[in-house]
């Protein structure tokens, strides 16, 4: 093993063991990288290192990133989409739509649990926060489910996983980030949120047959209710007039952008004034909403941009040490054909969702593969959305899945964690499915895309 693959191996391991130490993560990339860059300079110096890293190059590239990084107009889009997803949280769209959707679908076995994949799939399509939707629907549906006796695991389960799928289905921030990390035209935020629309709808759809078949396999886990009301043409336009609102944001959002109105960015603006109006008339809006608001969105943005400082330094020095190129000739010399080589990076990538966020895999990992997965010949919108699919299992994989900390800051005391555990374990399977399938037919992600242009 040479130098230069000891130091970059060397650079991955620091990274994770102080992982470990409970530190901010933007400071342990950005620690990390000033640590090896220092060693960098050591091994050019003294051990005439074959890589061009030098700390003077290191130092004189990072302004410039940062600058670049604050100067996009791309990420712009994601505090505006932040605020809009947090502002529609407190307007009370979610409530009404619960209230009324439970009277269409409650005679249905197994009708609520479905009522909150489709109310999950309407938050996903114009929000985007996987926090605030798992929040949500958990303190919507779960006493509700409950009430109505059906098995905890399922109710947990069905509430913690639909809300991970605003991660996905677009407008979504982790989309945005992609796009931002790949900087190839061939790649934009507006192609990765047309290649992720069925995906995200396939995955639901997928949600809602377990739900289907496990009912009706076994009725006891979600009973029907005694006391349902008939189907009646009132309940059916109240359900219509509860989702006109939201469904007119999400065209107003992803129309905009898939027909070339506007761009992301813009569109952004579109639906943060949109959440606003619909705060508005459901007489939701104040200074206080407003405040709080502003103060989340700054924050979760605040979050996201210091990782992505970390990031940038960190894949600087990580570049410099030759990183790219190791891990290039790593892939390459698998000799296990493209296809294995896919395969590989895919089981990597959800192997890491145990232990990493979505943001650290996404401003580290996907720079690093995407390139030899294009050079590979594989498309590389298509790749970006399977890489996406993956980090979404990230969400619902112990011990670091962040939506099984959300929900369970909502659950009722009767709920435990091995009730999480247990409910979301299916869902994981669906989406390991889903991303079987998407890979097996491509024109599933790349159509859309295709007929765009």
Known sequence: MSLEEMMVIGMFLTFVVLLFTGYPVAWVLGGTAIVWGLIGVVAVEYFDADIWFTWHSSVSLFPERVWDIVARETLVALPMFIFMGIMLDRSGVAEKLMKNMVKLFGGVRGGYAITVVI???LLAASTGIIGASVVL????????MLESKYNRSLAVGTACSVGTLGILIPPSIML??????????????????MGAFFPGFLLAGLYIAYI?????????VAPVPKSVEPITAEIFFAVIKATLPTVFLILAVLGSI???IATPTEASGVGAAGAMLLALINRRLSWAVLKDSLQQTTKTSAFIFAIFLGATAFSVVLRGLGGDQVIEETLLGLDIGPTGVLIVVLLVTFLLGFFLDWVEITLIVLPLVAPVMQGLGFDLV????????CLQTSFLTPPVG??????KGVCPPEITVKHIYKGVAPFILLQLLGLLIIMLWPPIVTWLPSVAY
């Open 119 to 121: 109310i999950g799939v």
């Open 137 to 144: 629907l958990g303190m919507l549906s779960l006493p509700v």
């Open 176 to 193: 945005v980030l992609m796009a931002d990390r790949l900087a190839n035209p061939n790649a934009s935020v507006g192609d990765l949120f």
């Open 212 to 220: 289907l078949i496990y009912a009706w396999v076994k009725p006891d």
């Open 258 to 260: 898939f027909f070339g």
């Open 382 to 389: 298509w790749f970006t959305i399977l890489f996406a699919v």
């Open 402 to 407: 962040f939506a099984l900390f959300y929900i």
